[in-house]
């Protein structure tokens, strides 16, 4: 097992079990091609993929806690998406180590995203196996530290509401305040305008189906108001 000594040092991880990481590289090809039920690395793969979901929901739970579910559920979604964990693949140089069929080593499957990210997915499982929740959640954040960096102007654009009252904060201790001018139309059919001020100020106006979509779309009026007045005549 040597020649995996560097991804052990790249994961920061050294396996009791070194044969779980061959495993988790293992691709169902090989199956294929030996016409055995040789292992390979599906259950692996399915165990990462729910390891990775808890560590990356727990962390966006206690990093955003401005963020409804919907914002949280769209900013994990841009994070585990096949192309973003053959990424992580890659970064950790599984090409290299991939237990391939002849025919799939061929046809390039050290480098397409799908077999790159489920065996990154598998690693994880693996590393979840040997270690425990702990070692596979520093691994984790480990890796997707520059992924989060990166996804910080999603939030903001999901959530107008939250960015609006962290640049407000930033200036002032006073938070914004919403208000709603004017509710019309059926029950069954009810327009809302909400207005946020600030200081006692308006500074944004919207509509929307419900008081939420108009607050939000409010604090997104509110938000291109500042960013007009802070930047616009730079």
């Known amino acids: 097992m040597s020649s995996l000594d560097d991804l052990q040092t790249r994961l920061g991880h050294r396996f009791s079990d070194p044969s779980l990481l061959r495993l988790a590289l293992s691709h169902p090809s090989i199956s294929h091609e030996a016409g ?3 292992a390979h ?12 979901q808890l560590v990356l929901s727990q962390e966006l739970y ?28 890659r970064l950790l140089g599984l090409g290299e180590h991939l237990i391939l069929s002849r025919g799939e080593q061929l ?18 499982g693996a590393l979840f196996l040997d270690g425990g929740y702990e070692p596979a959640r ?7 530290r520059d992924a989060f960096t990166e996804v910080e102007s ?5 959530n107008p509401k939250g ?23 059926p029950d069954h059919d009810r327009n809302f305008e909400c207005a946020v001020l600030h200081k006692g100020e308006e500074i944004g106006r919207g509509l929307g189906k419900s008081k939420k979509l108009a ?3 409010a604090a997104a009026v509110a938000l291109e108001r500042l960013k007009a007045k802070h930047f616009g005549a730079g």
């Open 41 to 52: 690395n599906q259950r692996l793969e399915y165990l990462g993929d729910a390891v990775l």
């Open 163 to 185: 960015a609006l009252q962290e640049i407000l904060q930033a200036l002032s201790s006073e938070a914004p305040q919403y208000q709603v001018v004017a509710a019309t139309g």
């Open 154 to 158: 999603t939030a903001s654009v999901d």
């Open 62 to 89: 206690c990093r955003y806690p401005q963020h409804d579910e919907g914002p949280l559920t769209k900013i994990r979604a841009q994070l585990v998406n096949q192309a973003a964990l053959a990424d992580q693949g």
């Open 107 to 124: 046809n390039g499957g050290r480098e397409r995203p799908s077999i790159l990210a489920d065996a990154y997915e598998a690693v994880l």
């Open 215 to 217: 607050e939000s779309q």
């Open 36 to 38: 055995t039920s040789q």
């Open 138 to 144: 520093v691994v984790i954040l480990q890796c997707f």
